[in-house]
């Protein structure tokens, strides 16, 4: 059986991931937050006939062998976290993470999981949350009578009362950082949660060196690029139509072979 049917069959199946990557990526691209994924392609093993070095009939080596590739594979579906495009709101609870860093939430199971959406909401006890309820970790509380809504670059987070001339201070919004977050696990909802690849999270205030700012009144939308989308989607569909060509070429010289009479 000619190797270049399983070969180009590999191929077609990695193929196949990437395209449902890009779809993915484009799916996302008006969502608040959202990083992009790439997929990283990896060839699998070579049979060698002939090592490289080998003496020949007349003892002298050979400078290359002869070895033949068994097709492609995916190795790794990679987060890129490149800034996405900022969009201006005026909401006084929308923010936007200028530079590296992550909200933290915490989710009904007590775990800790972490975001780049920044749009926020009050619950019914004025608590700051996300669109799906989740309070921001540490806790913040805007009273029942606040006029005005302030939040600083380091991420202090001040109110007017009604009757009251003096900004009071409810608290701090904390970012946190990793190592490694191309290593977070996505489990939707615009959230990662910590693994062991991305290291423990480390903790600040917005602004401390190597954490970003807070900006008050704008999101950040979605990196995706979408022409950059199509183009990949393009070199994905060729190559996927490439390898069902060498498939067909194999097929008929397998069809050839059968066909040979003494």
Not at 13 to 27: F, G, M, P, R
Not at 213 to 222: K, P, R, V
Request: hydrophobic share 35%.
């Amino acid at each position: 059986m000619i190797g270049a049917l399983w070969t180009a069959a590999t191929g077609m199946d990695a193929q196949e991931t990437n395209i449902d990557v890009i779809s993915n990526n484009l799916a996302n691209v008006n969502t608040t937050g959202f990083k992009k994924s790439r997929v990283n392609f990896q060839d699998i093993m070579y049979q060698r006939l002939r090592e490289p070095g080998t003496p020949n009939a007349q003892g002298a080596q050979v400078p290359i062998g002869i070895e033949i590739g068994h097709g492609s594979k995916v190795s790794a579906t990679q987060k890129i976290f490149s800034a996405g495009s900022v969009q201006n709101t005026g909401n006084p609870l929308d923010i936007v993470i200028e530079g590296d860093g992550f909200l933290q939430v915490l989710r009904p199971d007590g775990s800790i999981a972490y975001t780049r959406d920044g749009s926020l909401k009050q619950d019914s006890s004025g608590r700051i949350v996300t669109s799906d309820g989740y309070p921001i970790q540490p806790e913040i509380y805007i009273p029942q009578d606040a006029t005005e809504i302030s939040i600083t670059s380091d991420g202090t987070v001040t109110v007017r009362i009604a009757g009251d001339n003096q900004p009071q201070q409810l608290g701090q919004i904390e970012l946190a950082r990793f190592s490694n977050p191309a290593g977070l696990n996505s489990i939707g909802r615009n959230l990662f949660e910590a693994t062991v690849a991305s290291g423990e999270p480390m903790v600040n205030n917005p602004g401390a060196a190597g954490y970003g700012t807070i900006a008050q009144g704008f999101l950040e939308m979605s990196n995706v690029k979408v022409v950059e989308e199509m183009v990949n989607m393009i070199a994905a569909q060729r190559a996927y139509e490439i390898n069902s060509k060498a498939i067909q070429a194999a097929d008929e010289m397998l069809r050839t072979a059968s066909q040979l009479r003494r």
